[in-house]
């Protein structure tokens, strides 16, 4: 290829380009430690009680960050002491699509925590949450949750599932990823890679707690660009630690495919491998809505019947179908129609029985 311009030397102006423009479509905030300025990154505004003035423009004030040992893992978000009397929340500057972000970071711990709120990792499109408030969140009732919609007074729906007891042991003291994935139907909320809540959108539903995963629903539907923030708003916790190397955010698939492996109600154990000795066996929900596939594979050493169930709005689980499966036979059972949530119930004809196969994809 012929360059029209041959006394520009291109691999370094693509080079300084990339240096200037803002971190678009996926934030690298390793990026941060060339640019030297976290505002060239986040907008961020401070407001203290005592002074009675908000000041924007301050983060770097705030968020201390380098290869200092003396900072945690190398980042620490810290207010002015008594840190009740402050208010510092961050967005980034860019917007990101059906958004797929992260932090790995040490969670201040949550038992000394008096008044106010931490939200460490989160997504919003409006103030106060109006727009669509998608975050992790440390509450007063010194309780972590996984935070969706956004309410004021009587105006707008919220729904908060109680994460408290999905924490890692030594969350305070070790780095653990706390992961959230917006997509067109429903926000999916991850702990260490592991899925720990999911909240569909456009469908109000009361939560059914996990494990193996919370799942509950809000009847507004949610944006699908949002900037990412992180807000310490009037809490006495501190400090954050968390340093901007460890915050990344992309754009992502408004539905992207998933495999469910399905697991028996209400617990962490696999359907595959489970034996049952008499009776039936009930799965845990899987968040089928919004998706197109719906595909469940099942398997079992022994014959018996498999009855699909789904949830409807009354509340009451009703039977789709129910069918024949037999004996190490994989079967495969496609799920049409417009459904929220589904589950199966499998009952052997012959015990003891021991389930070899049970998932579902979506897509």
Avoid at 21 to 29: K, M, Y
Avoid at 55 to 74: A, F, I, K, Q
Avoid at 101 to 123: C, H, W
């Amino acid at each position: 290829m012929t360059l029209k311009y041959p006394g520009i030397d291109y691999a370094k102006l693509a080079e300084v380009i990339r240096e200037e423009l803002p971190p678009s479509r996926g934030l690298f905030t390793a990026k941060t430690y060339n640019i030297g300025d976290l505002e060239s990154i986040f907008y961020s505004i401070f407001y203290n009680t005592d002074e009675g003035v908000y000041r924007v423009g301050e983060l770097n004030r705030y968020w201390s960050w380098g290869w200092d040992p003396n900072l945690g893992d190398w980042g620490k978000i810290d207010l002015p002491t008594p840190r009740e009397h402050s208010f510092l929340c961050a967005y980034t500057k860019d917007v990101y699509s059906y958004p797929h972000g992260s932090v790995l970071t040490k969670l201040p711990d949550r038992t000394l925590i008096s008044t106010g709120a931490l939200f460490p990792f989160g997504f919003e499109a409006g103030p106060i949450g109006l727009m669509g408030l998608i975050a992790f969140q440390i509450s007063s009732d010194k309780n972590f949750y996984a935070q969706v919609g956004g309410k004021w007074g009587s105006i707008g729906d919220n729904v908060r599932i109680d994460l408290t007891s999905e924490l890692p042991a030594d969350y305070t003291t070790a780095l653990h990823l706390y992961e959230i994935k917006v997509n067109r139907m429903n926000a999916e909320f991850y702990i260490d890679k592991v899925l720990k809540a999911v909240v569909l959108t456009g469908v109000p539903l009361a939560t059914i707690s996990g494990p193996p995963y919370a799942i509950a629903g809000i009847a507004s539907k949610i944006s699908s660009k949002y900037p990412a923030f992180i807000e310490l708003a009037y809490t006495n916790l501190g400090p954050y630690e968390l340093s901007p190397v460890n915050l990344k955010v992309f754009d992502g698939d408004p539905a992207p495919p998933r495999l469910y492996r399905l697991y028996v109600s209400g617990t962490n154990t696999i359907l595959a491998g489970y034996s049952i000795s008499s009776g039936s066996v009930t799965s845990h929900p899987i968040p089928v809505f919004g998706y197109e596939g719906k595909t469940l594979f099942f398997q079992a050493n022994q014959a018996g019947s498999l009855t699909i169930q789904i949830l409807t709005q009354t509340g009451n689980w009703r039977t789709y179908d129910s069918v024949s499966v037999s004996a190490n036979t994989l079967s495969k059972y496609i799920l049409t129609g417009d459904i929220v949530l589904a589950r199966i119930i499998f009952t052997p004809s012959t015990y003891p029985a021991t389930i070899n196969e049970a998932e579902a994809v979506l897509r």
